[in-house]
């Protein structure tokens, strides 16, 4: 029997020579960017043909659908990485904190504040990111560019966060906004290092911004993180 590669197989082929070759093109290294399958829309059976094809970091942006899929898979993978990429409501801190590899979606003091306690609480330090708003539309979420700094100084000092750095979602625009908003977050990455003590930049090393429509753009501006759904599971 002729075995077929699956069609998630075959996407997650495409999406890894596109991503060396907009690497290659914007003169970096492939190992420097990271993909994350975001399995928001897609069931156990679409995230197990991703695993059986190497995949290892997902991310789902509801806390139920987070809670039962790694419920669900952990006991056949223990190396899955599972990444928050959605709206935080304080309620549901207590199911993400310590289950989220890395938190992508901090975007206010009341829940950086909320996810330090509660990782106290559990005696961990929770990876995450700050969400900057940085096209300015008004439905999404995320830190306003002048908020930030206050925002990461608050969050540096809170014992249960560690800071891994900065998350945006880019304008829906013509190509040349939404390279402006991952311009924009580059420059408030490398602002925000500047600002940090020497102990604390060591850490603050992750851009996550890049989805299905314009990963490509977002490689070029120096992305780390890439989230993708559409083109792994369509
Ligand atoms: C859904 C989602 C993605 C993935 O979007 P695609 O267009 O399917 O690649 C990335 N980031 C966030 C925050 C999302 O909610």
Redesign the pocket.
């Known amino acids: 029997m002729i075995s077929e590669r699956s069609h998630i197989a075959q996407n997650i082929d495409r999406l890894n020579e596109r991503i060396s070759a907009a690497c290659q093109k914007a003169g970096r290294d492939v190992g420097e960017v990271r993909l994350v399958a975001?399995s928001?829309?897609v069931g156990l059976s679409e995230i197990r043909e991703a695993l059986a094809y190497g995949v290892r970091d997902f991310?789902e942006?509801r806390s139920p659908s987070l809670v039962e899929k790694q419920d669900e898979l952990k006991a056949d993978f223990n190396d899955i990485r599972w990444h928050f990429?959605?709206h935080i409501q304080s309620n549901k801190v207590k199911e993400i904190v310590g289950r989220a590899a890395l938190i992508?979606?901090v975007a206010s003091e009341h829940i950086a504040l909320a996810i330090s306690q509660r990782a106290e609480l559990m005696g961990v330090r929770q990876p995450v990111l700050l969400e900057v708003n940085t096209s300015g539309e008004p439905q999404k979420d995320g830190v306003s560019a002048s908020g930030l700094a206050g925002l990461l100084d608050l969050a540096m000092s809170l014992k249960g966060l560690q800071v891994r750095g900065l998350m945006t979602?880019a304008a829906i625009a013509e190509e040349s906004g939404v390279r402006a908003s991952f311009r924009a977050l580059k420059r408030l990455f490398e602002e925000s290092r500047d600002s940090l003590d020497v102990h604390e930049k060591t850490t603050f090393d992750l851009l996550s911004m890049g989805?299905?429509?314009d990963f490509e753009i977002a490689i070029a501006e120096g992305a780390t993180i890439l989230?993708?759904?559409?083109?792994v599971w369509e």
């Open positions: 975001v928001k829309t991310g942006n990429i959605g992508h979606s979602m989805m299905t429509d989230r993708i759904g559409r083109a």
